[in-house]
């Protein structure tokens, strides 16, 4: 007879709250029974928070997914044993695995292996790496596969995993579209919500072990004992779960908090001032993280100020953190308005002479793309440009520029893209994902960073599928050279079903969905040709008094021609990059086309690949991209037997939501381009319902994420 648990969880509807760890029950009858007899003892000393939490985890999964309460104990009896364990403590262990392998798994990882049928073991050098193994085991089981001679030695492969959440003291969130903060500042430290606990077992279920509470464009309150109390709290509670907390710094703090006439990183009472001040922290937090720090960019206070360098600025933050083992992260993303030069080589030229001026406690932290969060962008030249500096990758799970939570768009391609571009800085095989794990010039400190997308929100991310993007930023963090495919099927199984009937299609849908953004936003490479400030929704026309938020900047479309042209006879931005590739994007006939306007600027009747002209081009690739939307929603309307009412109806309703505004960007952006080109828009596709004017006078207040 099936247990009652089994009942119940078919019949309620899910509001998407349990993410990817909703253990639901086994099915396969067969692979339920081998389960159950291989889990039945459990050797494991829960004498650490991190090994109370795997317990906690391995009793509520256990008994969802399998219906049964295992029996714990510290000593190995009989056969059929799981057994977690540090290398040294047991027989079972001590003689199955390898001194090379336990080397191999470092500080975080974990080998997992079934042991001739008998036991199955667990085992890292840490407790972290404990619960990772644990957390692993559990989506295995979650994916029902079998255990046989399963054997994973796993490790992630960057250091510095992180969310970066840009979150404001007052709860709202900068590009936020799930909802207010998660960090209840008020309640805080006394009310501990069980959120923030479900929120650290699902970082710690993907590997994340940082987590940057504090919005980028920072506010100083955040250093003072207030708020570190506040901070502290938030911390104790993350501790079991690996994940460590770092805080934004706002370079100006001396000043704003203590009234010290500078911030001059040169200055003695400012690097006074600082180590008092990490000292402080650390009395709060012993094992806090460190800095994330934005300066010199879109406001924000930093060593230009004072004429320093931006490795001034960071060197004087890392020296007082240092001591306690504290990093700086130090973002990249500086450009200025009043500069002359092509925003998107901005932050090479500044970063790029200091290579080697860096303290080993610092990483840069460079975008994925030159501009910002984009679409599609090439690969930051930064990768690849700086051997002697660590540096860490910044993704943007937050989808600022893809459809805000109301577009089912998967990230996970856009970054594998990035990560497996060749940047040829030490010849062929020279991936981005090499440059930021160490591999390609021996780093010692590596990351990758992802703008969260994470909110109050029931559902955690807005969108029901919003929740891949955070667990493909986790896996890929741990490990960069995993491929999209792999991640969706990962997911689609944990968080709907395992039945091949729906993964099959819904993978598919997923996997498309980053091309068809492009296609019904910018095509061809067009890029920030998004409405002005909040960024949802098209504004090819949008102009203003900073050319460099505007869309005529980057299109730069005339009677003739449009594109920017940043090849060598135009802003020379592909001299940033190593030959072969700036010779690939300098030659319009070489470039791949899906850069083509992002490098150069072409006419309208330019024949692309396919023969078109550009002009008819892009406009069935906008059309291409509603088409796409509608097949996305065909495919999830035939997948209603899958899913539980809530989830099913929410999704089709966004689904809704993206289909309208991909026919918005469609027909605003042909109609518009279509008063230079002055070509007609091609007969086989879709043409516009309405004018130019009514789009061009869509106004949208309030938007979410912008404040
Ligand atoms: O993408 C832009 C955003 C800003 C953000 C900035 C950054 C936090 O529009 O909201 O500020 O990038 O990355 O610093």
Redesign the pocket.
């Known amino acids: 007879m099936l247990p009652l648990v089994f009942i119940f969880l078919h019949v309620f509807s899910e509001d998407g709250y349990r993410l990817w760890l909703r253990y639901a029950p086994v099915e396969n009858a067969v692979l339920l029974q081998k389960y159950q007899n291989q889990v039945k003892n459990i050797v494991l000393k829960a004498d650490t928070p991190s090994l109370k939490a795997a317990k906690t985890e391995l009793e509520t999964a256990l008994l969802k997914m399998l219906g049964i309460r295992p029996v714990f104990t510290e000593t190995v009896e009989g056969r059929n044993n799981l057994v977690i364990e540090l290398p040294d403590d047991f027989d079972v262990i001590k003689n199955n695995t390898g001194a090379q392998e336990l080397q191999v798994i470092g500080n975080e990882g974990f080998i997992l292996r079934q042991i001739k049928n008998e036991n199955f073991i667990i085992v890292a050098n840490s407790h972290v790496g404990l619960l990772y193994g644990v957390f692993r085991f559990l989506q295995i089981l979650q994916q029902e596969q079998p255990l046989p001679e399963l054997n994973v030695v796993d490790a992630p492969k960057t250091q510095v995993r992180i969310l970066n959440h ?1 979150d404001n003291l007052d709860r709202t969130v ?2 936020g579209y799930a909802g207010f903060s998660l960090w209840d500042w008020f309640r805080l430290p006394d009310v501990i919500h069980p959120r923030y606990i479900d929120y650290a077992r699902a970082n710690a279920s993907v590997g994340i072990n940082g987590t940057a509470i504090t ?3 920072a506010n100083a309150q955040i250093l003072t004992p207030v708020y570190l109390e506040k901070v502290k709290a938030l911390a104790d509670a993350f501790r079991p779960y690996g994940l460590k907390v770092y805080l934004t710094a706002r370079f100006s703090a001396p000043m704003e908090l203590d009234n010290l006439p500078t911030a001059d990183p040169h200055d003695k009472q400012v690097q006074d001032w600082w180590n008092r001040k990490v000292e402080e922290i650390y009395s709060y937090i012993p094992d806090f993280g460190g800095f994330l720090v ?1 300066a010199d ?2 406001g924000q206070p930093g060593p230009h100020n004072y004429n320093r360098t931006q490795a001034e600025g960071a060197n004087m933050l890392a020296d007082a953190v240092a001591p306690f083992g504290g990093i700086v992260m130090w ?1 990249a ?1 500086v450009y200025d308005q009043h500069m002359p030069e092509d925003r998107t080589k901005q932050a090479y030229n500044e970063f790029k002479p200091l290579d080697g001026k860096f303290r080993d406690n610092v990483i840069v932290q460079v ?1 994925n793309g030159p501009l ?2 984009q679409p599609r962008e090439p690969f930051h030249p930064l990768f690849g440009g700086m051997e002697k500096t660590n540096l860490m990758m910044e993704f ?1 799970i937050t989808q ?2 893809l459809g805000f939570s109301t577009h089912l768009v998967f990230l996970a391609p856009l970054y594998e893209e990035c990560l497996q571009f060749d940047t040829h800085a030490k010849g062929k095989g020279s991936t981005v994902a090499k440059t930021i794990d160490g591999s390609l010039y021996g780093q010692k400190l590596t990351g990758m960073a992802g ?1 969260s997308n994470i909110g109050t929100d029931r559902n955690w991310t807005g969108h029901p599928f919003g929740q891949a993007n955070w667990y493909a930023f986790g896996r890929l963090a741990w490990n960069p050279y995993l491929g999209s495919r792999e991640i969706a099927n990962e997911w689609i199984k944990m968080t709907f079903t395992k039945n091949h009937d729906f993964v099959r299609p819904v993978k598919k849908m997923m996997l498309d969905s980053r091309e068809t953004c492009v296609n019904y936003m910018t095509p061809l490479g067009l890029h920030h040709i998004m409405a002005a400030g909040h ?1 949802h929704g098209p504004g090819p026309w949008v102009e203003g008094r900073r050319p460099d938020w505007t869309a005529i900047y980057y299109h730069r479309a005339s009677a003739d021609s449009i594109g920017f042209n940043r090849s060598s006879s135009g802003s020379n931005a592909i001299g940033q990059y190593h030959q072969p590739v700036a010779e690939l994007f300098d030659n319009s006939k070489s470039c791949p086309e899906e850069f083509l306007l992002w490098f150069h600027r072409v006419p309208w009747d330019y024949r692309v690949k396919s023969g078109n002209t550009l002009w008819d081009e892009m406009a069935y690739r906008y059309n291409q991209g509603v088409n796409d939307v509608r097949t996305m929603q065909q495919t999830w309307n035939s997948l209603k037997d899958f899913v539980d009412n809530e989830r099913f109806r929410y999704v089709e309703s966004l689904l809704g939501i993206q289909e309208k505004e991909a026919v918005w960007w469609r027909n605003s952006c042909l109609l518009y381009f279509q008063t230079f080109s002055n070509m007609p828009i091609p007969d086989a596709i879709e043409q516009p319902d309405k004018t130019l004017e009514y789009y061009m006078g869509i106004r949208e207040l309030y938007m979410p994420g912008h404040h």
Do not use: G, I, L
């Open positions: 840009w900068e590009r919005n980028v464009n934005k960019s879109e973002r993303f975008k910002d969060f943007q600022e520029y703008v960024h």
